[in-house]
């Protein structure tokens, strides 16, 4: 089953289902949608190779701020598919208790948001990347490496 949004374009679609699955009051905060619109988008990206909601993030002063990438004043019927809905629906139940500084601390952990400078667009590639610490082992791989000089 999909999901219909009368929206102006993805980016409100998105934001709209966030917000009907999101906790009324501070914990629907503007700030905490567009932390958890980077997660939604960033994480659709790296098993999708594409946004779900096409916008663009800048790196804002204490969190991403999405901007959309085609703005319109005319309302469009947007058809999320049922699997895009199911993955908005998981990240706002994953972050009902968590708090706006808790949500953005998870974006200015991730990759794309240490890649970026206040202002920059925050590039999707970096969904990619690896957040995990490397393992001891992978950590005693490397120093062997630069030890042995085989590391240039």
Sequence with gaps: MSVKSESRNRLDAVRLELRRHCDSGADCA???LDALMFRVDFEHYAAHERSLSGAVYVRGERGPIPVASTASD??????LSSGE???IRRIARESRDTSVEQAQAWCRA???????AAGEEIPYAAAFLNTDPPSPAETEHASALVRTGRCA
């Design 30 to 32: 503007p700030e905490k």
């Design 74 to 79: 005319a309302r469009v019927t947007i058809d």
């Design 85 to 87: 809905a199911a993955a």
């Design 110 to 116: 991730h990759p794309g948001w240490r890649l970026a």
